[in-house]
């Protein structure tokens, strides 16, 4: 690494860890207060223990998950069923980067803070379940713009529901039953859907005595009329399943087979198995299959979406094995809830069926059952880099060369998506997890688009991430302060990926470095700032390629996790060309005329709608 490039390193880190500082003296205050706040009435908060406090100390505290477990960055306090009581926790708003908090089934109680979301402005999930909170819900709800996932349920809450909390576009899991409040359901949450957003239904409201309006019961003159209907209903509802109930004792008792009653009752709780969609469904292909596959093919070939048939699992969804009556192999990715429509959802299966690129996972198919989206992607043999890198033997590792062939075909895989698409796609989540190997060992990049797909409301003028930051240790800095995705950004996580394989180290564990606390690219910084560097190379790596040519390949990395200024990180392209430079003497690159990537952009009534989330 040049002079220059290692003095700019230098300064970035320099800076960077001097803002960590600040950010690490209120997660500890905010988590000191919270402890001083609350009635701990079953010690569970015994180990929070504030004495000699190293950095990284409140991450084994109980009930904290932090940004890493190196640092005092609180990402999440999750305490349900802890024990605790007391009113609404003090200290929260000093926790500046908290995105979860789940206080369920404890004993809090009294009103929550009429700025609650001010003083946690990226909370994504916000759980006050089964506690004893009481007064009106605060009209401060609705600024959680970032919030995914609302549980205020077994409350005593009473009053309105605030408008705003309808409105909120990233919204897809509500549930305020069971509590006291009261007048008309607002129109903000009965109309969610005709805007493209996640609908509520009639259980997220129940149990509240005085709720009345869509998806409950009408209000006023309305719940009035008809009340006869409604009793004869009532009626034949309770005999009809009385009915049932009777008939199901006789079977069980009479008719039910033995052997069977162990597993029916182990398996009902599987999802795939709560499908009442027809398997004859079909699935969606882009190019034409000699057979035609229904979803009875698929649940055959996942064994019904067993466990043993998982590949992996992550942010976007569950990845299965299928094996086919034919011998082919698939593999089928079960994704998360999100608020897409239908036909919503299908317009964006047809965008990424268009993009296609030698370093890209092949998309082939997608089917709909039931609210359940299954994709259909060609199987990799070689399953995940982060597999070959750190869940092998040692001896059955990549060597160097194969190594630098992941990193180009993948720069170039991701240079295209940059670079080449128009609109052009940000993938939000690069990792060593979404870096498939095919037989050849050739790179194969997965879940592209996919950050688009399950928050359908980002727009090229909003690129938010949606609270959703990707996973820690990859995720580049500056997502903290402004949580919006760049291409930048995906080029800082890449810059990761190449750390780990010039290192072997993993993005979150760094071995063998006496009390350094920190993830991969803090380690190099911090190597960096003692003339280290070179001594982050993978040992192993040595013997089979030369020192200028691991210390080139290093300097790359480095280029791409400046901490301090995006704006100095190389673009995509710029990192392909570099690597590209290294591998020529291996003979790694192949001619390979890269084809523009151009998609319909469909305006909505702003003219602002697109296909797939990009970067202006």
């Given at each position: 690494m040049g002079a220059f490039h290692a003095a700019l390193l230098l300064t970035a880190m320099a800076v960077w860890l001097a803002d960590v500082n600040v950010v690490v003296a209120d997660d500890v205050a905010c988590l000191r207060e919270f402890k001083m706040s609350v009635k701990d009435l079953h010690g569970y908060l015994k180990n929070w223990n504030f004495k000699?406090?190293?950095?990284?100390?409140?991450?084994?505290?109980?009930?904290?998950?932090?940004?890493?477990?190196?640092?005092?960055?609180?990402?999440?306090?999750?305490?349900?069923?802890?024990?605790?009581?007391?009113?609404?926790?003090?200290?929260?708003?000093?926790?500046?980067?908290?995105?979860?908090?789940?206080?369920?089934s404890n004993g809090f109680f009294?009103?929550?803070?009429?700025?609650?979301?001010?003083?946690?402005?990226?909370?994504?999930?916000?759980?006050?379940?089964?506690?004893?909170?009481?007064?009106?819900?605060p009209d401060d709800l609705g600024n959680c713009k970032y919030l995914h996932e609302l549980h205020l349920q077994d409350n005593q809450f009473k009053g309105p529901i605030p408008w705003g909390i309808g409105l909120l576009s990233?919204?897809?899991?509500?549930?305020?039953?069971?509590?006291?409040?009261?007048g008309f359901i607002p129109s903000s949450f009965t109309n969610r859907s005709s805007v493209g957003l996640a609908s509520f239904s009639a259980a997220a409201f129940?149990?509240?005595?005085?709720?009345?309006?869509?998806?409950?019961?009408a209000c006023g003159k309305q719940a009035r009329k008809s009340k006869l209907p409604m009793i004869i209903g009532g009626a034949v509802t309770i005999l009809l399943v009385l009915g049932i109930i009777v008939g199901a004792v006789v079977w069980r008792h009479f008719f039910r087979p033995k052997t069977k009653t162990n597993s029916y009752f182990r398996d009902v709780h599987k999802w795939a198995r709560r499908i009442r969609a027809p398997r004859s469904?079909?699935?969606?292909?882009?190019?034409?299959?000699?057979?035609?596959?229904?979803?009875?093919?698929?649940?055959?070939?996942?064994?019904?979406?067993?466990?043993?048939?998982?590949?992996?699992?992550?942010?976007?969804?569950?990845?299965?094995?299928?094996?086919?009556?034919?011998?082919?192999?698939?593999?089928?990715?079960?994704?998360?809830?999100?608020?897409?429509?239908?036909?919503?959802?299908?317009?964006?299966?047809?965008?990424?069926?268009?993009?296609?690129?030698?370093?890209?996972v092949p998309l082939l198919g997608y089917c709909m059952a039931d609210g359940e989206k299954l994709l259909v992607y060609k199987h990799m043999a070689h399953g995940s880099l982060r597999t070959a890198l750190h869940e092998v033997p040692q001896d059955c590792r990549l060597r160097w060369t194969m190594r630098l062939k992941v990193a180009i075909g993948a720069a170039r895989g991701f240079s295209w998506l940059h670079h080449n698409c128009n609109p052009r796609v940000i993938h939000r989540n690069i990792s060593a997890s979404c870096i498939l190997l095919d037989e050849e060992f050739e790179p194969m990049i997965t879940d592209f688009g996919l950050a688009r797909l399950m928050n359908p409301v980002d727009t090229h003028i909003s690129t938010f991430?949606?609270?959703?930051?990707?996973?820690?240790?990859?995720?580049?800095?500056?997502y903290v302060r402004t949580l919006v995705a760049t291409m930048k950004g995906d080029v800082y996580s890449f810059g990761v990926v190449l750390l780990e394989l010039i290192t072997g180290q993993k993005a979150m564990e760094v071995y063998g470095e006496g009390d350094f606390k920190g993830n991969l690219a803090?380690?190099?910084?911090?190597?960096?700032?003692?003339?280290?560097?070179?001594?982050?190379?993978?040992?192993?790596?040595?013997?089979?390629?030369?020192?200028?040519?691991?210390?080139?390949?290093?300097?790359?990395?480095?280029?791409?996790?400046?901490?301090?200024?995006p704006k100095e990180r190389p673009t995509m392209f710029e990192v392909f060309e570099l690597l590209r430079e290294i591998g020529e003497k291996y003979k790694l690159i192949e001619q390979y005329e890269e084809t523009p990537c151009c998609y319909d952009v469909k305006p909505d009534e702003n003219n602002l709608q697109v296909t797939v989330g990009t970067e202006k």
């Open positions: 000699n406090l190293t950095h990284g100390g409140i991450c084994i505290f109980n009930g904290i998950q932090c940004w890493n477990n190196q640092e005092n960055r609180v990402l999440s306090l999750k305490v349900s069923e802890a024990g605790l009581s007391g009113p609404f926790p003090s200290g929260l708003s000093k926790c500046a980067s908290l995105t979860a908090l789940d206080l369920s009294g009103p929550l803070p009429s700025n609650i979301c001010k003083q946690m402005a990226f909370l994504t999930i916000l759980d006050l379940s089964s506690n004893k909170f009481s007064g009106a819900l990233r919204l897809t899991d509500l549930d305020i039953s069971f509590n006291s409040l009261s129940a149990n509240n005595p005085g709720l009345c309006g869509p998806p409950l019961k469904v079909t699935v969606s292909m882009f190019e034409k299959p000699l057979v035609r596959l229904r979803l009875s093919d698929l649940m055959a070939a996942t064994n019904d979406f067993s466990k043993e048939n998982i590949i992996a699992s992550g942010r976007t969804g569950t990845l299965y094995k299928a094996c086919l009556s034919d011998g082919s192999v698939m593999a089928i990715k079960r994704l998360q809830v999100s608020s897409q429509t239908e036909k919503h959802f299908k317009s964006e299966m047809n965008t990424l069926g268009q993009l296609k690129h030698r370093n890209l991430v949606n609270g959703d930051f990707g996973d820690v240790g990859y995720v580049a800095p500056e803090e380690w190099i910084g911090y190597l960096s700032t003692n003339g280290r560097v070179k001594e982050a190379i993978d040992s192993s790596l040595s013997s089979e390629a030369p020192g200028d040519e691991l210390a080139q390949f290093l300097g790359i990395a480095c280029r791409c996790v400046l901490p301090a200024s």
